[in-house]
């Protein structure tokens, strides 16, 4: 059971293509009952064919249990999410993109308890597309979602651990986490920050683990040893879904604790 003034919040890894969806319809009902869950956030940029969003996936997350989904260097990769992402809010791109990009990319939400809670998204910029500056630009948003609530979360969607590191020291006391996704593998430093905010360079994937980063091992094997172009089908063994837990004082914003989850479907 939560206490009067404590928020559980799940964040799950990457969702990759359908493998990584049938994961989060049946796994996610299950845990926000046994963590108790106020808020799901999920990163979602792969969730349709293993690249871009959907307003079909979208929808199908949302009536899985997802709150809010999250993206990156991929948002882009299906058409209509131009017109979809300025329809629903529920939607974030990264925060970095150019000015005029559609979109938003931080918001302020409402959980089943009526609380406010801010949710960050950014891109990195060591070995991706160079954006503006994640430092900067998210330190804005996260100024301004400061008017409204304690409670802020970041999905830092980044390459470069030290990159990840950086911005996880950078906001030490300033957000309530940290969460780092984009690379699929979940890393085991989960820790909570000097000054209460929560850390982890990747929370991980939700999708096929018998894969390459969700892919077919045979077409990126194919693509390392040839160097010839080839086409990155989503594999489909093994589907996992991985994430985190936190707990967090809704007064302080400070994180209680940050716990890996890994279920097998």
């Known amino acids: 059971m939560n206490s009067p003034n404590n928020m559980k919040i799940i964040f799950l890894g990457d969702i990759v293509g359908s493998p990584g969806r049938e994961a989060v319809k049946k796994l996610l009902p299950g845990l926000r009952k046994e963590y108790g869950i106020d808020f799901a956030i999920a990163n979602a940029e792969n969730a349709s064919g293993g690249s871009g969003i959907t307003l079909q996936v979208a929808e199908e997350l949302f009536a899985s249990g997802v709150d809010v ?6 948002i882009w990769k299906k058409k209509e999410i131009l017109e979809l992402i300025n329809k629903e ?3 974030l791109r990264p925060v970095n993109f150019p000015p005029g990009s559609p979109g938003n990319g931080y918001a302020v939400f409402k959980t089943k308890k009526g609380l406010n809670l801010g949710v960050i998204n950014v891109n990195g910029r060591v070995f991706m597309e160079a954006l503006d500056c994640p430092f900067r630009t998210s330190r804005e948003a996260q100024e301004e979602l400061s ?3 304690k ?3 970041v999905d830092i ?3 470069a651990t030290s990159e990840k590191v950086a911005l996880g020291w950078f906001f030490d006391g300033k957000v309530s986490a940290v969460l780092g996704t984009h690379t699929h593998i979940q890393t085991a430093d989960e820790r909570i920050l000097p000054n209460g905010t929560a850390y982890i360079t990747d929370v991980g994937m939700s999708g096929p683990y018998d894969s390459v980063i969700g892919r077919r091992v045979e077409d990126v094997l194919q693509r390392f040893l040839t160097s010839i172009p ?4 989503v594999a489909s063994e093994n589907i996992q879904l991985h ?3 936190l707990d967090i004082d809704e007064d302080t914003g400070k994180a209680r604790s940050i716990v890996r989850i890994q279920k097998k479907l």
């Open 69 to 74: 989904l999250t993206s990156g260097d991929h």
């Open 157 to 159: 969607h980044a390459e």
């Open 243 to 245: 994430g985190v837990v």
């Open 147 to 149: 008017k409204e609530t």
């Open 230 to 233: 080839v086409r990155f089908e």
């Open 89 to 91: 809010g529920r939607i």
């Open 151 to 153: 409670v802020i979360i």
